[in-house]
């Protein structure tokens, strides 16, 4: 059964801090993998997608990496903002029609 | 312009009572989802239909009954609501297996 944990569970920064997020899982079959964001009462945004073929993905300050045989996935985020204070979720597509979510970390950046 | 768009945003409800949730994609998309997200904030695949069929029924009871008219549309509905019911439900949708996803803003469900 896949599990996907991602640590640390909250995490505060100050503005302008270059950081990384970090999602692990316990079966390396994945397909691909989805980083989402969470805004307080609302729903989830897409972030990325990388595939389990690809290495890194990239999106302006966002940079999402794969380590498929470690079980690793990390989020990199450039010159933080505290527009990107939120939820941060990890998941991956398990049997190809099924996403399975991470826990979150929950981003602060302080002004 | 909304992606992925789901009614009521909230829904109070008593115990016993039948509730539906509707989702509406303008994506284009082959295939929906309902997941559901705890009080712990976790999110969990209940459905999943491709073009109109069930696909994934991850062991939900059977009071859960999602309905998919079309492919552009995936309605959930609840009987004989019970109290642990209560949490987020959000639809999402993708053109298929392995596929970006995107998620509806969530119906916050509570049960009293």
């Known amino acids: 059964k896949q599990e996907v944990t991602q640590i640390p569970a909250a995490l505060s920064v100050p503005e302008g801090e270059n950081l990384v997020l970090n999602c692990s899982f316990t079966d390396s079959a994945i397909y691909n993998l989805q980083w989402f964001r969470q805004d307080p009462g609302k729903g989830l945004t897409s972030l990325l997608l990388?595939?389990?073929?690809?290495r890194e993905q990239t999106s302006g300050r966002l940079n999402a990496s794969l380590d498929k045989s470690s079980g690793r996935s990390t989020l990199y985020i450039a010159a933080s903002q505290p527009g990107d204070s939120a939820t941060y979720l990890c998941a991956v597509y398990q049997g190809a029609q099924k996403l399975v979510f991470g826990q979150g970390t929950r981003l602060t950046i302080n002004p | 312009d909304t992606a992925v768009s789901q009614t009521p945003k909230y829904l109070v409800t008593q115990m016993g009572n039948d509730k539906s949730i509707k989702c509406e994609q303008n994506l284009g998309h082959d295939t929906m989802y309902w997941y559901k997200q705890d009080s712990k904030k976790f999110l969990k695949i209940m459905f999943s239909y491709n073009n109109k069929e069930l696909i994934i029924n991850e062991t939900v009871p059977n009071r859960f009954s999602p309905k998919s008219p079309d492919k552009a549309h995936l309605n959930l509905h609840i009987n004989s609501l019970e109290l642990g019911d209560s949490a987020v439900y959000f639809c999402a949708s993708n053109h298929g297996p392995n596929t970006e996803a995107f998620f509806g803003q969530g119906t916050r469900l509570t049960v009293v």
């Open positions: 990388i595939q389990s073929s690809q």
